[in-house]
T-cell receptor, first 114, second 109 residues
């Protein structure tokens, strides 16, 4: 049981390059999320998907796009990377029940944009 | 104003000590509250949920004060392995999660 997996773990881009961050979960959760984490800022929600086939903007969506490919996979795309997008990116899935509400995070992608 | 605010610390305590810290939230309609733990350069992991009546999980005690809009975490008999950043997480009525920036705790031998 791998939980939430993310690829790549590290990436260096030049300004203007594009890339896609991949995320997959094997826990059959409906909800999936993309966050970025910057020093002193906490995790900020970029986009989320409440269920397969739906996506919604979070707090900081500008410069990003997402695709919920199926129930397992939720990818994040940077079309034209900027230095301000240097950050650690976490994908998460969420288990919500009558008494439980837990987010499970992937190991993160450390992205540097030069 | 940030939706969730935490004292960043660091709280530097000796092994065996008790350490406590708070988190304040701005949305009075917030519904659910959690503490997550994040080790250096790792992903956050759920430490415990926070219930209205307060709850314990071993050496960890969480409290919720809805009137003053804060939650607290107390760690008794600190261990070296408790060194981490503790993230306060609050759920809004639309079920979106808001994260605090974290409180860093360092337990020294």
């Amino acid at each position: 049981n791998a939980g939430v997996t993310q690829t790549p773990k590290f990436q260096v881009l030049k300004t203007g390059q594009s890339m896609t961050l991949q995320c997959a979960q094997d826990m059959n959760h409906n909800s999936m999320y993309w966050y970025r984490q910057d020093p002193g800022m906490g995790l900020r929600l970029i986009y989320y998907s409440a269920s397969e086939g739906t996506t919604d903007k979070g707090e900081v969506p500008n410069g990003y796009n997402v695709s919920r490919l199926n129930k397992r996979e939720f990818s994040l795309r940077l079309e034209s990377a900027a230095p301000s997008q240097t950050s650690v990116y976490f994908c998460a899935s969420r288990r919500q029940g009558a008494v439980t509400d837990t987010q499970y995070f992937g190991p993160g992608t450390r992205l540097t944009v030069l | 104003r940030k939706e969730v605010e935490q004292d960043p610390g660091p709280f530097n305590v000796p092994e065996g000590a008790t350490v406590a810290f708070n988190c304040t939230y701005s949305n009075s309609a917030s519904q659910s509250f959690f503490w997550y733990r994040q080790d250096c350069r790792k992903e956050p992991k759920l430490l415990m949920s926070v219930y209205s009546s307060g709850n314990e999980d071993g050496r960890f005690t969480a409290q919720l004060n809805r009137a003053s809009q804060y939650i607290s975490l107390l760690i008794r008999d600190s261990k070296l392995s408790d060194s981490a950043t503790y993230l306060c997480v609050v759920t809004a009525p639309d079920y979106k999660l808001s994260f605090g920036a974290g409180t860093t705790v360092t337990v020294r031998a």
